[in-house]
């Protein structure tokens, strides 16, 4: 991403919304704007391999991992627009286990780019599998999305949930179960 060109783009946008970029509230507006751009979509500039960086170790574990509660913070692709919320994340080793703090990279990495919550959470899952080689995983996403709180339908209240299951996580009722109880989703 080019800083330059991106400043000048919001300088453009400024100009047509009828704003006058030379004002005193708004100079410096288009370089911040493009670098907290650069920022939000960092993950661009990020690979999977880059993110884990070989913290994979060998377990005999085959019981259930999960990370909860990893906040998330994302751009719909339709509106450029802010959705905010949180990452259930689950995979059951075989074998080998990731380090806990990859699973919350993983999730950031996906999330610093333009998106549908339905699209990230499916790349978060398959990207812990192809990582851990995982019997199974699951991801539930829960999102407060600001194209639909701000503009269109203005519900504040709404939020949307996604989840993807793979493995033995798609396979067995009760594994399913268990992830989705300890997540608090369940009745």
Request: a neutral charge.
């Amino acid at each position: 991403m080019s800083l330059e060109k991106l400043t000048s783009n919001y300088h453009d946008i400024l100009t047509n919304l009828g704003e006058n970029p030379e004002r005193e509230g708004l100079k410096g507006t288009p370089l911040r704007a493009a670098k907290a751009m650069q920022f939000l979509c960092r993950g661009y500039d990020q690979s999977l391999e880059e993110i884990v960086n070989g913290a994979l170790f060998e377990s005999s574990s085959d019981e259930m991992v999960i990370v909860k509660n990893i906040e998330l913070y994302s751009l719909c692709e339709h509106h450029m627009l802010p959705f905010i919320g949180k990452a259930h994340v689950a995979y059951m080793p075989n074998g080998k286990v990731v380090g806990l703090s990859k699973i919350a990279r993983i999730v950031d990495m996906f999330a610093r780019r333009l998106q549908i919550q339905e699209s990230l959470t499916r790349q978060i899952a398959e990207a812990v599998q192809s990582v851990t080689d995982a019997q199974g995983v699951a991801v539930v996403i829960e999102a407060k999305h600001m194209c639909m709180m701000m503009r269109g339908v203005e519900k504040q209240n709404s939020s949307m949930l996604t989840s993807v299951m793979l493995g033995s996580f798609r396979e067995s009722v009760n594994t399913r179960q268990e992830f989705l109880q300890l997540i608090g989703r369940s009745n």
